[in-house]
């Protein structure tokens, strides 16, 4: 009998990239590679490539975990996933990191950018609007593990600090800016204050790139001098910094290995976080067929392009596996010693927060006597990290802080292309919308932005 060139595995809920509307989907394996198929009534077939491990893409159900709900939804469910965001009753994932987007303006114009930001588009969010928002996602988390200030660019706000204060007041236990850094390389004095926030307190550093040609097609200038002097600064004053890298095939793959390297390197940083470009916003010179790199892609590229990482290094995020890759490491006289390896699976299967004990690497331990030796540790665990995160381990290592943190992050976030209901349900990055709902970050910029949300209502007036 004929076969098919595909060995079929799974089935789920897709969208037509083209038209928005619900299909069903099959994901199939062939070789190495995972593809998603998919067949719209009015705009045809289309084959997707999402994974090119194929065992990882299998593993990832290994790390489901029972999901954490919020402590409140915001709206019913009636039409399904993705048209009654949010958080409606049949989301499976509370907000493990919200997004609160303070202003639609932008100091910059880039040729990509998810929520259509420039220096003359949207206004500033009122004190009272950001307060509102800010208690919305109290309301719903109780006591929110990461708040990330964004916009737009955040720091454009004329009342910037008075929202940082306000959100002080509020029970977050971490909180993050996100931001191109224009302000901070040009601005000392206010990279100082920023340092007054600290702990608990984050930058969320764009930082794409070391080549002039592609930082000018992602973001419309040559930024190279401006990424060096806000780190420049940052490290001035310790201020806790994650780098945070768009990605594009063949365009800046070929630089994880040197931004991880050089990342280790600056004392400030605590980690890189990879971002496969979203097909949504604005989006030019991208062709979803050719461009796309898929989370697998990113990660084989960190195994390739450094010499410290091993494959169990990198694991999936259990909240939502299809989509986060997460791997910690301790950096220590800038070199990094991964510690993601001694994490047992069956232990996160558990929810149980186990803890990573660092005298199980013998190299580890005698570097880190060595660097005790010469006084520069500290006298206590920092809040065992700070607790890295809702979703891993503590770390029990004596005598370290959170600047010895470093980790690896890759963010997938999942567009019309991949659309996977599964994964979209499992969301734990969500966004304060305008209108005080809790929106997935991945059907906020694919549906629910102002220029946007007639697809919604269209779905929702023909299935009324």
């Known amino acids: 009998m004929p076969e098919r060139p595909y060995t079929y595995y799974d089935f789920t809920v897709s969208l037509c990239p083209e038209c928005f509307r619900r299909i069903d989907a099959k994901i199939v394996f062939e070789d190495n590679n995972v593809f998603m198929l998919k067949s719209c009534p009015d705009h045809g077939f289309h084959k997707v490539l999402i994974a090119t491990d194929r065992e990882y893409y299998k593993n990832i159900r290994n790390y489901n975990k029972p999901s954490e709900m919020p402590l409140k939804f915001n709206t019913q469910t009636h039409y399904g996933c993705p048209y009654d965001c949010g958080l409606c009753a049949d989301h499976e994932q509370h907000s493990c990191l919200t997004v609160l987007e303070i202003t639609d303006r932008c100091n910059l114009t880039c040729p990509t950018c998810y929520a259509m930001s420039s220096p003359h588009y949207g206004r500033h969010r009122t004190l009272e609007e950001v307060e509102r928002m800010l208690d919305v996602i109290v309301a719903n988390e109780g ?27 509020k029970p977050i236990r971490h909180l993050m800016v996100n931001t191109n850094g224009i302000r901070i390389a040009k601005d000392k004095v206010f990279v100082e204050k920023l340092a007054s926030y600290m702990p608990d307190f984050e930058i969320y550093l764009q930082f794409d790139s070391f080549r002039p040609e592609v930082l000018k097609t992602l973001r419309g200038e040559d930024l190279t001098t401006v990424r060096k002097k806000a780190l420049e600064n940052l490290n001035a004053y310790n201020v806790s910094t994650t780098l945070v890298v768009t990605l594009q095939k063949g365009l800046n793959d070929d630089e994880i290995g040197h931004i991880i390297d050089y990342a280790v390197q600056q004392p400030c940083v605590r980690g890189v976080t990879f971002q496969p470009t979203q097909v949504a916003g604005r989006l030019q010179d991208f062709n979803p067929a050719t461009d796309r790199i898929t989370l697998t892609d990113v990660r084989q590229k960190i195994l390739e392009q450094t010499n410290v990482f091993q494959p169990n290094d990198l694991i999936p995020v259990p909240c939502n596996p299809d989509a986060l890759v997460m791997g910690y490491a301790l ?11 001694y994490i047992d699976p069956a232990h996160l299967l558990n929810n149980s927060r186990n803890t990573i004990v660092y005298e199980q690497d013998e190299q580890l331990h005698a570097h880190m006597i060595k660097i005790f030796s010469t006084g520069i540790s500290v006298d206590r665990v920092e809040d065992n990290f700070k607790e890295l995160l809702c979703c891993l381990p503590q770390v029990h290592a004596p005598g370290l802080t959170y600047n010895n943190l470093f ?13 996977d209901v599964r994964a979209i349900k499992r969301s734990c990055v969500h966004i304060v919308s305008k209108d005080n709902r809790i929106i997935p970050f991945e059907t906020m910029n694919m549906f629910y932005r102002d220029d946007k949300e007639h697809i919604v209502k269209k779905y929702q007036q023909q299935n009324a």
């Not at 916009?151 to 959100?167: K, R, Y």
């Not at 950096?331 to 390896?341: D, H, N, S, Y």
């Open 407 to 419: 980790r690896i992050v890759i963010m997938r976030f999942i567009d019309a292309w991949d659309f």
């Open 331 to 341: 950096k220590l006289a800038g070199q990094v010693f991964p510690m993601t390896r």
């Open 143 to 169: 006591t929110p593990d990461v708040v990330q200030i964004s916009g737009g660019e955040p720091t454009v706000h004329p009342q910037f600090f008075e929202i940082l204060d306000i959100a002080r007041t």
